[in-house]
């Protein structure tokens, strides 16, 4: 396949050239179809090979290893957005984006958004940055988060969908992933019991809930029942461009026939 010819050195020209994009999965209140929140997911629009996603713009940086230029296009870019969408008038509560652990573990993540969200005249509870497994375990990943939420930035993990006991930590957002939210259906499974725990120690630092990878009305519903009631996946359609999220959102968040 032709995509196989694209080099690190392709992607870092992207970046410096702002060709990137950004597209938007809605986080939606199940009970309402309210948009809660939206997270960030960067695409490649390419001349030659079209729109290209993660399973191929995750290995270039790898290999490039410029994870912070990554990263700073995607503080830059998230930033801009939010100050587009205040300046229209369209309220989105939070906007989620994921950033490499190498980023956060330098130490010049919190600089770096410091910087943009005050260029960009934003408010910093706006953005949330989910952080990554072993955080808590990684002293430079701890320091990270907490300085973060110093600023005022938000910060969501995944850390507690398997230890959920230990969730009582600051966190804004507790995250629950696809296999605990697809388990929810398996006879005899106890991740209801796992969901409710979540919910019930995100309760406890006035956290919010929101599972992932959400694909049917019946994983919303088993969700919804154990006290989670934000959701995000493909029940409510792919991710969407920034104008796109503005017809949803006023039109109000529909599920996707089965």
């Known amino acids: 396949m032709a995509i196989v010819r694209l080099r690190p050195d392709d992607l870092k020209r ?6 990137l994009s950004l597209q938007f999965q809605p986080q939606v209140h199940a009970p309402t179809g309210k948009l809660v929140g939206v997270e960030a997911f960067v695409r490649w629009p390419h001349p ?11 290995p270039l940086v790898e290999q490039g290893r410029f994870h912070l230029d990554f990263d700073r296009w995607v503080v830059n ?8 969408w205040d300046g229209e008038g369209f309220d989105v509560p939070i906007v989620a984006a994921n950033l490499w652990a190498q980023t956060l573990r330098s130490g010049k993540a919190v600089d770096m958004l410091r910087e943009r969200i005050l260029a960009a005249g934003v408010s910093p509870k706006t953005i949330e940055i989910e952080c990554p497994r072993g955080t808590l375990a990684d002293k430079k990943l701890a320091e990270t988060a907490r300085r ?15 230890s959920p006991a230990a969730a009582a930590v600051d966190f804004d957002t507790l995250k629950i992933g696809y296999p605990l939210a697809r388990d929810l259906l398996v006879a005899g499974s106890s991740a209801g019991a796992a969901v409710a725990a979540i919910v019930a120690a995100a ?9 992932d990878s959400v694909e049917s009305a019946e ?12 959701v995000q996946g493909y ?16 039109a109000g968040a529909k599920r996707v026939p089965a």
């Open 14 to 19: 992207a970046i410096a050239s702002d060709s």
């Open 48 to 58: 030659a090979y079209g729109m290209i996603g993660p399973s191929d713009i995750i």
């Open 203 to 211: 309760r406890t630092v006035n956290a919010r809930v929101v599972a």
């Open 219 to 230: 994983q919303e519903a088993a969700l919804v029942a154990a006290g989670c009631d934000i």
């Open 148 to 162: 973060l939420r110093v600023l005022g930035v938000r910060t969501a993990s995944e850390e507690f969908d398997r």
């Open 235 to 250: 029940l409510y359609g792919p991710e969407v461009s920034a104008a796109e999220l503005r017809t949803l959102a006023s």
């Open 77 to 84: 870019a998230v930033c801009e957005q939010v100050r587009n």
